[in-house]
T-cell receptor, first 114, second 117 residues
Framework: DAGVIQSPRHEVTEMGQEVTLRCKPISGHDYLFWYRQTMMRGLELLIYFNNNVPIDDSGMPEDRFSAKMPNASFSTLKIQPSEPRDSAVYFC????????????FGDGTRLSIL | AQKVTQAQTEISVVEKEDVTLDCVYETRDTTYYLFWYKQPPSGELVFLIRRNSFDEQNEISGRYSWNFQKSTSSFNFTITASQVVDSAVYFCALSEAGTGTASKLTFGTGTRLQVTL
């Protein structure tokens, strides 16, 4: 079975540019999560979706960040405009319907904003 | 609010030593779920184990074992006869039962384990 697929694996771009991260969850999973990992703040939940609907976006740092899930097999996290402090590893994870099921993570996107 | 504490920031052991990674949690729910994840140097997050709050049986999987104690709100992870390939950051996490906002997974800050020859 394919796991969670994220693209790109690495992204290097200049400050001010738009960045789009992509995620394909595991087929049949109802929940999709976006996390950011930095040395300073550890793993932070940015937003999560249930059946393509955003449930909690309280972790989104500011209006420059937006996330969408147009269908059950695809989600994007967009940063516009990007800033150097957005440099981090961004993970996407998906999970089945109940809270006792583990979240399965993609390999992450390592984002560097110059 | 739920909270997970991994007090050990970094542990270094020599190969073949046993090592225990501590995890203490806080929750007001009576039903909750605990998880351990491994993040090797390559960076991916790998699910290791889940434990339900109503099941206090300890679990052993090869060299790995988990000790869940509700009385002390702890879910500790022991690696027996550690190997260099065990070097990674290990995260403990907690999820409360239910749906909606209760679906969040709260992570600890992680314990970096370094196993040397």
């Amino acid at each position: 079975d394919a796991g969670v697929i994220q693209s790109p694996r690495h992204e290097v771009t200049e400050m001010g540019q738009e960045v789009t991260l992509r995620c394909k969850p595991i087929s049949g999973h109802d929940y999709l999560f976006w996390y950011r990992q930095t040395m300073m703040r550890g793993l932070e939940l940015l937003i999560y979706f249930n059946n393509n609907v955003p449930i909690d976006d309280s972790g989104m740092p500011e209006d420059r960040f937006s996330a969408k899930m147009p269908n059950a097999s695809f989600s994007t996290l967009k940063i516009q405009p990007s800033e150097p402090r957005d440099s981090a590893v961004y993970f996407c994870a998906s999970r089945g319907v109940t809270a006792n099921q583990p979240q399965h993570f993609g390999d992450g996107t390592r984002l560097s904003i110059l | 609010a739920q909270k997970v504490t991994q007090a050990q920031t970094e542990i270094s052991v020599v190969e073949k030593e046993d090592v225990t990674l501590d995890c203490v949690y806080e929750t007001r729910d009576t039903t909750y779920y605990l998880f351990w994840y491994k993040q090797p140097p390559s960076g991916e997050l790998v699910f290791l184990i889940r434990r339900n709050s109503f099941d206090e049986q300890n679990e052993i999987s090869g060299r790995y074992s988990w000790n869940f104690q509700k009385s002390t709100s702890s879910f500790n992870f022991t690696i027996t006869a550690s190997q260099v390939v065990d070097s990674a950051v290990y995260f403990c996490a907690l999820s409360e039962a239910g749906t909606g906002t209760a679906s969040k997974l709260t992570f600890g800050t992680g314990t970096r384990l370094q196993v040397t020859l």
